[in-house]
């Protein structure tokens, strides 16, 4: 396990982002951040990733102050359009749909806050997804996996024998990039690394 010099909070409800960090063997508590996820009026995909992570890291921070918190957010991008969770199952149908048989990118912003003050960096893949047929589509759809993923797909579950190749890192398309997360956590003094 890497030990962090202070308590590390995850500050995200996503069962995907706990797992992605104890996989790769982080102790952390899990403190869920409630924000307005709603992109602004003009706002870029990379901007608005690390602005929404930053104000979940910033809600959660102002009720702790002896511990180093962790935020993320994630969003697909297809045509310059911000993917995020869809509404209903027709929502997701209609996302499914855009990204069939083509290629889109994954943002993640990643927020930390600690004693050594704030760091936010974003993280993208490019992902190709294979033609969807409409019976295929209505299938994945039927089976509740996109219910509350960005751009209505996981790669880690049914998805998965759609998505054809992956540009950058696997764990960002999940929903937490986690090499990112261990150098913005190295950077921040909050964790050390391993010693020679």
């Not at 359009?81 to 209609?94: M, T, V, Y």
């Not at 992902?127 to 996109?146: K, M, N, Q, T």
């Amino acid at each position: 396990m890497y030990h962090s010099a202070v308590r590390l909070i995850l500050a995200s409800a996503s069962p995907r982002r706990a797992e992605l960090l104890r996989a790769a063997g982080f102790e952390f508590d899990v403190v869920p951040a409630d924000v307005d996820e709603r992109p602004q009026p003009g706002e870029q995909p990379d901007a608005y990733v690390c602005r929404v992570a930053l104000d979940k890291a910033r809600a959660v921070a102002a009720c702790l102050s002896d511990a180093v918190v962790l935020a993320a957010d994630t969003c697909v991008v297809v045509d310059g359009l911000i993917l995020g969770k869809p509404a209903d199952g027709d929502d997701a149908a209609r996302m499914l749909q855009m990204l069939s048989g083509r290629s889109h990118v994954v943002l993640t912003g990643v927020a930390v806050i600690g004693p050594a003050g704030i760091r936010v960096e974003a993280s993208s893949s490019h992902v190709v997804v294979a033609g969807l047929s409409s019976v295929e589509i209505a299938w994945y759809v039927a089976s509740g996996e996109p219910a509350d993923k960005a751009g209505a797909y996981a790669i880690q579950g049914l998805a998965s024998r759609f998505v054809e190749a992956v540009d950058g890192s696997y764990s960002n398309v999940v929903g937490l990039p986690v090499a990112l997360v261990y150098r913005l956590l190295c950077e921040q003094g909050s964790m050390s690394r391993p010693a020679d």
